[in-house]
């Protein structure tokens, strides 16, 4: 199926660096999601954005959805050793006719490393 | 708190046993539900869509006699994988989504599925 394009595909950082890491489509989303997979579990939803050019913070996380669709970028500030893990961006297409058209199309990940 | 469980969270079977994996969504209805498959360091990959009180839509490439899915209430998805082999192994993860606009896509914590 369709992929996106994540990168980088893994960052290592030191504490207390800021990170960023991007999505882009060749496709237009409706929407776009970043998840956060620690190993063994399944992912964690960091932020979800619905409109083209929204800007959303979520504590040291912030994330925009890119005005033409098809781009999403994920900034982490000040970098802490528990963001270690697998972040991914998903975009999902989401009519109102709903069913299959809220499923998700997966970044490949980003794999953070934070040196203490 | 987590909004969708998973059961088993890990299953070890023989080849040739099948292997029910349950999907609940927890204090909300889903009456779509998404099955994934995730090996090491890739990236999740949608098998199958379930809609409650109707067949699953599955992937290409996905084998539905092989991949049973049951989604016969509005809180309860299960997964069968039957007559496993070891190219079965993998982490299988489920989601939900609430219905209605701007609600994401949740994740229960995953199955780790191993056939000897």
């Known amino acids: 199926g369709q992929q996106l394009n994540q990168s980088p595909q893994s960052m290592f950082i030191q504490e207390g660096e800021d990170v960023s890491m991007n999505c882009t489509s060749s496709?237009?989303?409706?929407?776009w999601l970043w998840y956060k997979q620690d190993p063994g579990e399944g992912p964690v939803l960091l932020i979800a954005?619905?409109?083209?050019?929204e800007l959303t913070s979520n504590g040291r996380l912030t994330a925009q959805f890119g005005i033409t669709r098809k781009d999403s970028f994920l900034n982490i500030s000040a970098s802490i050793p528990s963001d270690v893990g697998i972040y991914f961006c998903?975009?999902?297409?989401?009519?109102?006719?709903?069913?299959?058209?809220?499923?998700?199309?997966f970044g490949k990940g980003t794999l953070l490393t934070v040196n203490p | 708190g987590a909004v969708v469980s998973q059961h088993p969270s890990w299953v070890i079977c023989k080849s040739g046993t099948s292997v029910k994996i349950e999907c609940r969504s927890l204090?909300?209805?889903?009456?779509?539900m998404f099955w994934y498959r995730q090996f090491p360091k890739q990236s999740l990959m949608l098998m199958a869509t379930?809609?409650?009180?109707?067949?699953?839509?599955?992937e290409q490439g996905v084998e539905k006699d092989k991949f049973l899915i049951n989604h016969a209430s509005l809180t309860l998805s299960t997964l069968t994988v039957t007559s496993a082999h070891p190219e079965d192994s993998s982490f299988y993860i489920c989601s939900a989504i609430r219905t209605g606009p701007n609600s994401p896509l949740h994740f229960g914590n995953g199955t780790r599925l191993t056939v000897t």
């Open positions: 379930s809609n409650e009180g109707s067949k699953a839509t599955y």
């Open positions: 998903a975009g999902q297409l989401r009519e109102n006719s709903g069913g299959s058209n809220y499923k998700l199309t």
């Open positions: 204090d909300f209805q889903a009456t779509t």
């Open positions: 496709s237009i989303f409706n929407t």
């Open positions: 954005l619905y409109k083209a050019g």
